[in-house]
């Protein structure tokens, strides 16, 4: 069943035009970029302004969260519509999951969630009505970075949830992010009722043991810039 579902994101993929180009992610942390070429993503690297001199010629299309540097989307959100695609959302709905979720309106046929874990946990709802809405939380190893507001407390490490309770400061941390993690599965999973849920972000593996049925794609937002550049390109 997964199999299937992967296979449809990359049927859609195939099918776009065969182009060469740099797509540019750059979201609150770990900033990179990846190359197509021919429409193939060949490889991912993180980026640094450096990093830029080895574009060349190529068209570059960048989804940010910076202020000092802006995405490179043609459009935006105007009365409700991203492009052909209705957003119940106002403006300041980020780009990176404004892009996740308008490719996966055009390349699912049906009702999805997005979770994009990083930083920042972001659930987001779609499908061929559009954008739906959706939630922001703080990610997992941000959530833990806050035990650092106190005292002598150094953030816990990610470990699996114990049977007994916690009899030492450090369990009582690590046991308190995973509450936190299992909570947060707990709603996702009764939110998402019978939607595909899709995974990304660089902390999905945290979650994707829990959602046995979910697609996971790391380089998503990197299909959606590159399906985003095509889909201008044939407005055009």
């Known amino acids: 069943m997964l199999m299937g579902k992967?296979?449809?994101?990359?049927?859609?993929?195939?099918s776009l035009e065969k182009l060469n180009?740099?797509?540019?992610?750059?979201?609150?942390?770990?900033?990179?970029?990846?190359?197509?070429?021919?429409?193939?993503?060949?490889?991912?690297?993180?980026y640094s302004q450096e990093a830029k001199t080895s574009f060349g010629n190529l068209p570059v299309r960048i989804c940010s969260v910076r202020k000092d540097i802006q995405s490179s989307f043609s459009s935006q959100i105007r009365e409700g519509k991203?492009?052909?695609?209705?957003?119940?959302?106002?403006k300041t709905l980020g780009h990176?999951?404004?892009?996740?979720?308008?490719?996966?309106?055009?390349?699912?046929?049906r009702e999805f969630m997005l979770i994009d874990a990083g930083t920042f946990l972001t659930a987001d709802f779609g499908g061929p009505r559009g954008f739906e809405g959706g939630y922001i939380l703080p990610g997992l190893h941000t959530f833990a970075q806050s035990y650092k507001r106190g005292e002598q407390l150094n953030p816990p490490p990610f470990e699996g949830q114990s049977s007994t309770l916690p009899h030492t400061t450090r369990e009582a941390m690590s046991g308190g992010v995973n509450l936190y993690r299992q909570g947060l599965i707990s709603e996702l999973k009764e939110?998402?009722?019978?939607?595909?849920i899709v995974l990304t972000g660089g902390e999905a593996k945290h979650l994707e043991t829990s959602f046995s049925q979910a697609l996971r794609e790391d380089h998503l937002l990197h299909y959606a810039l590159y399906f985003q550049h095509v889909y201008e390109i044939l407005r055009l």
């Open 96 to 109: 990176d999951r404004l892009i996740g979720v308008f490719y996966l309106h055009h390349a699912l046929e």
């Open 191 to 196: 939110l998402a009722q019978q939607r595909l």
């Open 6 to 14: 992967e296979m449809s994101l990359h049927k859609f993929h195939n």
């Open 82 to 90: 991203f492009c052909d695609m209705n957003v119940e959302y106002e």
């Open 21 to 46: 180009l740099i797509t540019v992610d750059l979201g609150n942390s770990h900033p990179h970029y990846a190359r197509f070429e021919k429409g193939e993503l060949k490889e991912v690297h993180p």
